[in-house]
């Protein structure tokens, strides 16, 4: 769907580019010369769930692609896949589930093997980053918690720092280096987790976590996101989420998408974590704002269904192919495709039931 959606520049565009836009698929209403503010946009769902679709078979691809080749655990090759097509069965696509199940046994199998580790509060490789996703994937993946879930969770309740977060103990942007990233994941986890004997230490933690958070400055796009997502979990008082989103929305860009640093060009990663954290944060799919990031999603995908992002990472593993298109950019690129697909996916009905009824998702414009 490469140069296909809507972004800003496109809906103040005179009736050339308009007429193009109505041939991919978007129905619009407009004078002669150009799509007034108020005017109601609509975007296909046909439209998407084929982009779900495509994109969806990819990360099947790569998670198995990951799992055949690493024994260890990895954000990229299970995490994010994971997450993706869960939702993605929620919303009515057919899902492999045993290649699904097989990456929650594959997750679930690594935090065992470090199961003594995790007790005395070392971990693993990749830290509370590895302990974080890891937990959100068996949550997705519908395990329960047992003996392996409590090490892990001990390890993340002693391992936050004096100043209340979770310290990122990897330097691998963008996705894994941002301590507001971390100190989500710990949350997240503990509050997913952790037993009742937990119950006051895991109170006492969020408490902690939710001073850091407010007295904090996000550095870039990344800490913003998860700080947004930090509020969820963590006791922070309205004006600081809302702060968050208003912050995050001012920074779209005039193609519809977001940036990883104010120095740098959108990209798919940046853009659909953006829209995920404002989905959570209850931005309405109904929204200007959430429209324009889909128009750009939509614009930037590959024909292969993937999205394509360039690695900011220096290597310190050896090279391995996945499946994934993009040779050396795969691993960031199948997490940007996971969290895109994330994106689409909300965009759409809630349930067949609500397909059945909508054939088209409206909104205003910007």
């Known amino acids: 769907m490469k140069n296909q959606g809507v972004t800003r520049r496109n809906i103040i565009a005179p009736a050339a580019a308009i007429a ?31 982009s779900v679709s495509r994109s969806t078979l990819l990360l099947e691809k790569a998670a198995a692609g990951t799992a055949e080749k690493r024994v260890c655990f990895t954000c990229h090759g299970q995490a994010m896949p994971v997450l993706a097509l869960v ?15 097989r990456q929650v046994r594959h997750t679930h199998a690594h935090l065992k093997r470090g199961k003594k580790s995790y007790t005395k509060g070392k971990g693993q490789g990749g830290g509370g980053d590895t302990a974080g996703y ?31 977060l979770w310290k990122c103990s990897s330097d691998r942007p963008p996705s894994e ?52 997502l930090s509020a969820e979990y963590a006791d922070v008082t309205p004006e600081y989420r809302d702060s968050l989103v208003e912050n995050l929305m001012t920074n779209q860009r005039g193609d519809g998408g977001w940036a990883q640093k104010p120095d740098m060009k959108s990209d798919p990663y940046a853009t659909s974590t953006v829209l995920y954290a404002l989905h959570r944060s209850g931005l309405s799919r109904d ?45 960031i690129s199948t997490t940007a495709t996971a969290w895109a697909t994330l994106a689409l996916l909300f965009t759409l ?3 067949l039931k609500d397909a059945a009824i909508s054939e088209t998702i409206e909104t205003r414009g910007p």
């Open 87 to 101: 939702e993605a069965q929620r919303h009515g696509f057919a899902v492999d589930q045993e290649n699904l199940q």
């Open 20 to 50: 193009r836009m109505a041939m991919v698929g978007l129905v619009l209403t407009c004078s002669s010369s150009q799509i007034a503010a108020e005017d109601p946009i609509s975007i296909q769902v046909d439209e998407i769930r084929q």
């Open 287 to 331: 929204d200007g704002c959430w429209v324009r990031g889909i128009g750009y999603l939509l614009d930037s995908q590959q024909e292969d269904g993937s999205w394509h992002v360039k690695t900011r990472s220096k290597p310190f593993q050896k090279y391995f192919e996945t499946g994934f298109p993009h040779a050396a950019d795969q691993f």
């Open 349 to 351: 009905p809630e349930s």
């Open 134 to 164: 890891a937990l959100w994937t068996l949550a997705d993946g519908g395990h329960e918690a047992d003996d392996v879930t409590g090490a892990v969770t001990e390890y993340l309740l002693q391992n936050q720092t004096p100043d209340g």
């Open 177 to 228: 280096t941002s301590d507001f990233t971390t100190t989500y994941l710990a949350l997240r986890g503990l509050l997913t987790f952790s037993n009742d004997l937990e119950s006051e230490r895991v109170a006492a933690a969020v408490a902690q976590a939710s001073v850091w958070l407010l007295e904090a400055e996000p550095r870039d796009t990344e800490d913003l996101v998860f700080g947004l």
